[in-house]
């Protein structure tokens, strides 16, 4: 009896593990499918929700119109969504797309979703031509001394990760990077380091560099 005793308590501890250790699993599953499926805030959701309509679920957009927001830094979302809302970013899409989209947000809500998509996992690069993007490295990690273009991984980091207000350039849409250094370079894009690190790159080189940081 006593033995029979000792075996029923032994098994009903197993039992016991095993349900603990199911509900641990089950648990953190649905932490992790809440965090997939956006803000505990409600408000903050239906604003994800708008931006996904461009930017993608989670900001992993599949278009290279709209910049992909998953994993960039965010007090670098912050301040472009700022910008966006005072129109003091007056590049082309930004007139077209963002002034109207960012023009009711409030501090709050730009803290909110710079938050959210800061947290999110980045989007892989894609490599493509293998000259262009060797071409585009050789230009990000030395620059072009002969006509003062800095190494872009100065600010921008050795994988092109950013730093607070400098964005992640990795993983970025090639088109996207090609269009912003465009913008840059002739003034479409007020910034005065990025036009002067942009001004004097060739068509060319701007497509090699957004090749490599795409690669990343």
């Known amino acids: 009896m006593i033995e029979k005793s000792k075996a029923s308590a032994h098994h009903g501890w197993t039992r016991s593990a095993l349900v603990i250790g199911l509900v641990a699993v089950v648990a953190a599953a649905c932490s992790s499918v809440q965090e997939e499926a956006g803000p505990s805030d409600p408000h903050i959701a239906g604003l994800v929700h708008v931006c996904s309509s461009c930017h ?34 007056t590049d082309p899409h930004a007139h077209t797309y963002m002034w109207g989209m960012a023009a009711r947000l409030t501090d709050s809500d730009i803290k909110g979703l710079a938050t959210y998509y800061s947290a999110r996992a980045p989007v892989a690069g894609s490599p493509s031509d293998a000259a262009l993007m060797a071409a585009g490295k050789t230009i990000f990690d030395n620059g072009i001394e002969a006509r003062d273009v800095p190494a872009c991984q100065v600010c921008h980091g050795d994988k092109g990760e950013g730093n607070e207000a400098i964005p992640r350039l990795a993983g970025q849409h090639p088109e996207y990077i090609q269009e912003q250094l465009a913008n840059f370079a002739s003034n479409a894009r007020d910034n005065a380091i990025m036009h002067f690190n942009a001004q004097n790159l060739s068509p060319q080189e701007i497509d090699a560099l957004a090749a490599y940081v795409g690669s990343l």
């Open 56 to 89: 993608g679920f989670e900001g992993r957009s599949i278009s290279p119109t709209f910049p992909r927001l998953a994993g960039q830094r965010e007090q670098y979302i912050e301040e472009q969504i700022t910008a966006f809302r005072d129109h003091t970013r």
